[in-house]
């Protein structure tokens, strides 16, 4: 009679238990110290702007006050009112409206057709012609200056709106901006849009500048914020008080009126006003086109 033997294997050993670290629950100290200095950097760049902000809205003995008065009481809304009645804030802003508008487009248009033109065609020195072009960025514009504005005298473009126009319809730094986006987009695309028979203004126009938005939109709040915050090229070119901009005619409001710090506190946050609109909303492209430098895929 045969027996049967039962073999009993051995349960598998359990797996050792992964030790749980405090750095994988939650973050270091080196990280929350990073956060913190960030935010009171933050801080402490906001800190002007909110008592510039705050300062408009009082009364003009209390600007300067000691402690400072951080809620104002009472709020002067007047002040806003006032400015507006005692300048001529809307010519101002038409005017710097104009020029910012009107050279963010122009360089947004140049420089991207000719990042185009540096990037995705080859022709005879094209290297060595960027590099020149893209030098003139180390050049200051004072060194140059007095001839540009003789030139533009004998053009008869002296004390128009036209020749800040003119000045600046072509920039290096939009032209180095937009060719290492476009650098990056693959020559494939380029290649199959030549045989489907697109012109190189139809690449460019149906393939990289709609691929091209981030870096359009960095190109647009710098240009445009440079433009709109210029005093020293409209000092020059605009000497007609209907043409000023609006950082001449503040200026010339706080000669007049130097006394009145509430209002010109209320005429300073008007001209910041745009500037803060316009990158908040163009914020995430901005951000988009500075972090990245092209296609992943």
Not at 168 to 175: L, R, S, W
Not at 283 to 289: A, K, L, N, S, T
């Given at each position: 009679?045969?027996?049967t033997t039962?073999?009993?294997?051995?349960?598998?050993?359990?797996?050792p238990?992964v030790?749980?670290?405090?750095?994988?629950?939650?973050?270091?100290?080196?990280?929350?110290?990073?956060?913190?200095?960030?935010?009171?950097?933050a801080?402490?760049?906001?800190?002007?702007?909110?008592?510039?902000?705050?300062?408009?809205?009082?009364?003009?003995?209390?600007?300067?006050?000691?402690?400072?008065?951080?809620?104002p009481?009472?709020?002067?809304?007047?002040?806003?009112?006032?400015?507006?009645?005692?300048?001529?804030?809307?010519?101002?802003i038409?005017?710097?409206?104009?020029?910012?508008?009107?050279?963010?487009?122009?360089?947004?248009?140049?420089?991207?057709?000719?990042?185009?033109?540096?990037?995705?065609?080859?022709?005879?020195?094209?290297?060595?012609?960027?590099?020149?072009?893209?030098?003139?960025?180390?050049?200051?514009?004072?060194?140059?200056?007095?001839?540009?504005?003789?030139?533009?005298?004998?053009?008869?473009?002296?004390?128009t709106?036209?020749?800040?126009?003119?000045l600046?319809?072509?920039?290096?730094?939009?032209?180095f901006?937009?060719?290492?986006?476009?650098?990056?987009?693959?020559?494939?695309?380029?290649?199959?849009?030549?045989?489907?028979?697109?012109?190189?203004?139809?690449?460019w126009?149906?393939?990289?500048?709609?691929?091209?938005?981030?870096?359009?939109?960095?190109?647009?709040?710098?240009?445009?914020?440079?433009?709109?915050?210029?005093?020293?090229?409209?000092?020059?070119?605009?000497?007609?008080?209907?043409?000023w901009?609006?950082?001449i005619?503040?200026?010339?409001?706080?000669?007049?009126?130097?006394a009145d710090?509430?209002?010109?506190?209320?005429?300073?946050?008007?001209?910041?006003?745009?500037?803060?609109?316009?990158?908040?909303?163009g914020?995430?492209?901005?951000?988009?086109?500075i972090?990245?430098?092209?296609?992943?895929?």
């Open positions: 009679m045969s027996t039962e073999v009993r294997r051995p349960a598998p050993a359990a797996a238990a030790p749980v670290t405090p750095s994988r629950t939650r973050p270091g100290a080196g990280r929350v110290l990073a956060h913190v200095a960030l935010v009171v950097a801080a402490a760049v906001l800190l002007p702007f909110v008592w510039m902000v705050i300062s408009s809205l009082k009364e003009n003995n209390d600007v300067f006050t000691v402690p400072i008065q951080w809620v009481d009472p709020v002067v809304w007047q002040n806003y009112v006032e400015i507006w009645q005692r300048s001529d804030m809307a010519t101002w038409k005017n710097t409206l104009i020029l910012s508008v009107g050279v963010t487009f122009l360089q947004v248009l140049t420089g991207s057709f000719a990042a185009y033109g540096f990037s995705k065609t080859r022709f005879p020195g094209r290297d060595a012609l960027f590099l020149l072009y893209v030098a003139t960025i180390a050049v200051p514009w004072q060194a140059y200056m007095i001839p540009q504005f003789v030139m533009l005298s004998k053009m008869g473009l002296s004390n709106l036209w020749a800040m126009l003119a600046q319809t072509f920039g290096a730094f939009g032209v901006l937009m060719k290492q986006f476009y650098e990056t987009v693959p020559e494939e695309l380029s290649e199959a849009a030549r045989i489907d028979g697109l012109s190189e203004y139809g690449i126009r149906r393939i990289m500048v709609p691929l091209s938005v981030p870096a359009i939109a960095s190109l647009v709040l710098i240009t445009f914020t440079n433009t709109w915050n210029d005093y020293l090229g409209p000092l020059i070119y605009l000497r007609s008080p209907e043409l901009t609006l950082q005619g503040l200026k010339t409001f706080i000669g007049q009126y130097n710090y509430a209002l010109i506190m209320a005429g300073s946050v008007i001209s910041v006003l745009p500037i803060a609109i316009v990158f908040l909303l914020q995430r492209y901005f951000i988009e086109g972090a990245t430098s092209g296609l992943k895929g």
